[in-house]
């Protein structure tokens, strides 16, 4: 059986591509914009300090994996003759990676509300439930992906998204309404410009 790819298919797949360059793109821009505060304030911490390897991961880390996934990877063996056993590893790989970034960049976030509520253990609590809830949620939804996976570059996600989708808003929501709480609480203005 020869499998045909629609002009839809194509436009998706070039739709994808042009994204995640302008994403590439933006991430670089960012990183080089806002590298003189990183060495000032992230490069000094101490070597134990958690939040300096979560910022490190989430900034360095998948800047270069994304860097290989748009530039080196394209260019691999796998992708001229893909398996169906190399398209789900790197379905898998890429799920990880992803899930990965979401989480530190949510437990920086909640680093952060916690030190602005003056470490109040209410805030970690609250904090450390909803992350903790989004992760649970998180692991059915990519085993049932990558199992239901039957190959190319679009896919019925599983339908136990959306309950990590409505966990992943919570947080992201308690994260900002808390943010924005305390700042009017301060009487700080919430944009500086």
Same mark, same amino acid.
């Given at each position: 059986?020869?499998?045909?790819?629609?002009?839809?298919?194509? /436009?998706?797949?070039?739709?994808?591509?042009?994204?995640?360059?302008?994403?590439?793109?933006?991430?670089?821009?960012?990183?080089? *914009?806002?590298?003189?505060?990183?060495?000032?304030?992230?490069?000094?911490?101490?070597?134990?300090?958690?939040?300096?390897?979560?910022?490190? =991961?989430?900034?360095?880390?998948?800047?270069?994996?994304?860097?290989?996934?748009?530039?080196?990877?394209?260019?691999?063996?796998?992708?001229?003759?893909?398996?169906?056993?190399?398209?789900?590893?790197?379905? /898998?790989?890429? *799920?990880?990676?992803?899930?990965?970034?979401?989480?530190?960049?949510?437990?920086?976030?909640?680093?952060?509300? =916690?030190?602005?509520?003056?470490?109040?253990?209410?805030?970690?609590?609250?904090?450390?439930?909803?992350?903790?809830?989004?992760?649970?949620?998180?692991?059915?939804?990519?085993?049932?992906?990558?199992?239901?996976? /039957?190959?190319?570059?679009?896919?019925?996600?599983?339908?136990?998204?959306?309950?990590?989708?409505?966990?992943?808003?919570?947080?992201?929501?308690?994260?900002?309404?808390?943010?924005?709480?305390?700042?009017? /609480?301060?009487?700080?203005?919430?944009?500086?410009?």
């Amino acid at each position: 059986m020869v499998d045909t790819i629609t002009e839809a298919t194509v /436009a998706a797949m070039r739709s994808i591509y042009c994204h995640s360059f302008a994403t590439l793109a933006l991430s670089f821009w960012d990183f080089l *914009m806002t590298l003189g505060d990183e060495v000032r304030y992230i490069w000094p911490m101490n070597k134990r300090h958690t939040f300096k390897w979560l910022y490190i =991961f989430h900034r360095h880390f998948l800047l270069v994996v994304q860097i290989s996934s748009q530039i080196a990877f394209p260019m691999s063996p796998a992708v001229s003759s893909p398996t169906s056993y190399n398209c789900r590893t790197v379905l /898998a790989v890429m *799920m990880i990676l992803v899930e990965c970034a979401n989480f530190t960049l949510e437990f920086i976030l909640a680093y952060r509300v =916690f030190a602005l509520f003056g470490r109040r253990p209410w805030v970690l609590r609250l904090l450390g439930c909803l992350i903790l809830g989004e992760i649970i949620c998180c692991m059915p939804t990519s085993f049932s992906s990558v199992k239901s996976y /039957a190959g190319g570059i679009l896919f019925q996600l599983s339908p136990d998204v959306n309950i990590q989708m409505a966990f992943t808003t919570v947080v992201h929501s308690t994260l900002i309404s808390l943010t924005v709480a305390n700042l009017r /609480a301060m009487e700080l203005p919430l944009f500086s410009w």
